[in-house]
Nanobody
């Protein structure tokens, strides 16, 4: 079993920045690929970013490339999502996920956090 807890969400003005954290416990964190997804009201959950367990491979959605950065600190069992130049359309509940292999689809991940709300005002 892997438990994931997100933090760092909040209200920010357009153009601002936030850093989300996802703390993991349970099975060995370093063996899992990690992903970030988001879901806005009335929309399907969409892929945001992912990183392989070794940190060598990263994927980003086109909508966030150049603005968001995923990173991880395996010694602290924590994955981060640095979000810069935030836009109102980034408003959503952001969730982290853990899986055996890096992927961009929700079905590829085995464990999920409860999510943290990010609201970007215009």
């Amino acid at each position: 079993q892997v438990q994931l807890v997100e933090s760092g969400g909040g209200l920010v003005q357009a153009g601002g920045s936030l850093r989300l954290s996802c703390a993991a416990s349970g099975r060995t964190f370093s063996r899992y690929a990690m992903g970030w997804f988001r879901q806005a009201p009335g929309k399907e959950r969409e892929f945001v970013a992912a990183m392989s367990w070794a940190g060598v491979t990263t994927y980003y959605a086109d909508s966030v490339k150049g603005r968001f950065t995923i990173s991880r600190n395996n010694a602290k069992s924590t994955v981060y999502l640095q979000m810069n130049s935030l836009k109102p359309e980034d408003t959503a509940v952001y969730s982290c996920a853990a899986g055996g292999n890096i992927a961009t689809t929700t079905t590829s991940y085995d464990y999920w956090g409860q999510g943290t709300q990010v609201t970007v005002s215009s």
